[in-house]
Structure formats: C-alpha cells, structure tokens
C-alpha cells in the first residue's frame, strides 16, 4: 500500500467521524414563536427550522458567527442551516418583529 492512498483513507476516516457526530435539532415557529427561546448546539450540526403556522416567516441572523437568511417559506415548509463557527447567533423573523430566539454554538 502505497503513502498516498493511506493519506486518503485517513482523511476519508476523519470525513465519516464528523458526519456521524452532526446533530440536527428542530426548532417549530408556531403562533408566530419559536419553540424555543435559546439552543445550544456543537460546531457542524444543523438546525432545522419548521413552519407548523399558518402564515409566512423569513429566518434570519446578523450575528458576525452566522449571518443568514433562509428568505420566505410557508406552511409545513423546512429550511436547514449548518452552523459552522462558534459563539452565540441571534436569530430574528424579518416578517415579524416579536420572533427572537438565540442559538449557542459551542
Ligand atoms: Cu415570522
């Protein structure tokens, strides 16, 4: 076996441990609210964020760590982000004001 093709499979390893440690978390947006009001999460897993309203929302964040816009979505509609950088993200709906909620990336 040659030097190059055990790089590789080292770097094929490392690939597949991260996949296996991503964590995906819900967060629902019912009667224009979060599900909930802060998350805590590992660097590299994904939060996925559902309609279960009856009107449009438009998730978004301005936080340097994760500036975002997952732009216009309706019912029963999901939008996934992955969050790659640590530190806290403050996530707002450009539609309706009220909507905050904080994500803490570890
Ligand atoms: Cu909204």
């Not at 224009?32 to 279960?52: A, H, P, W, Y």
């Not at 982000?81 to 803490?104: S, Y």
Request: glycine share 6%; net charge positive; proline share 2%.
């Amino acid at each position: 076996m040659n030097k190059r093709l055990i790089a590789g499979m080292a770097v094929a390893t490392v690939l597949t441990a991260t996949a296996v440690y991503a964590a995906t978390s819900i967060v629902t947006m019912k009667q224009k609210t979060f599900s909930t009001m802060t998350l805590t999460i590992q660097k590299g897993d994904v939060v996925e964020f559902r309609n279960d309203d009856t009107v449009y929302h438009d998730i978004f964040s301005l936080s340097d760590n994760a500036n975002f816009d997952l732009g216009s979505f309706g019912p029963s509609e999901t939008r996934k982000i992955t969050f790659n950088t640590p530190g806290k993200v403050e996530v707002e709906c450009a539609v309706h004001k009220g909507m905050k909620m904080t994500i803490q990336v570890k």
